[in-house]
């Protein structure tokens, strides 16, 4: 069974920095994509930052130059560095795992943004 999990969400001060990780287990060998996407309140789910199996990266604009994703393949583990945070960065952060034989999602971590 695949499982993402999570972690890094936090309260800190604009300007601040965190690094979101978001572990991955069930027997996962590869994969097409990983992402981290995240849901303001009354917003729709957006997608932040994206790698492929290849090492393409894709941002979204408003976070290009400020936020880093990466990936530890040994760890099976990817990561959301995120710097010069501002308060409309405030969101819950969701992982997700798209490969050839499903879509999966984490459960999510909340980051806040305080001005």
């Known amino acids: 069974q695949v499982q993402l999990v999570e972690s890094g969400g936090a309260l800190v001060q604009a300007g601040g920095s965190l690094r979101l990780s978001c572990a991955t287990s069930?027997?996962?060998?590869?994969?097409?994509?990983l992402g981290w996407y995240r849901q303001a309140p009354g917003k729709q789910r957006e997608l932040v930052a994206h790698?492929?199996?290849?090492?393409?990266?894709n941002y979204v604009d408003s976070v290009k130059g400020r936020f880093t994703i990466s990936r530890d393949n040994a760890k099976n583990t990817v990561y959301l560095q995120m710097n010069s945070l501002k308060p409309e960065d405030t969101a819950v952060y969701y992982c997700?795992?798209?490969?050839?034989?499903?879509?999966?999602w984490g459960q999510g971590t909340q980051v806040t943004v305080s001005s």
């Open positions: 069930g027997g996962i060998f590869s994969f097409d994509l």
């Open positions: 790698i492929t199996a290849s090492g393409r990266t």
């Open positions: 997700r795992l798209l490969t050839t034989t499903g879509d999966y």
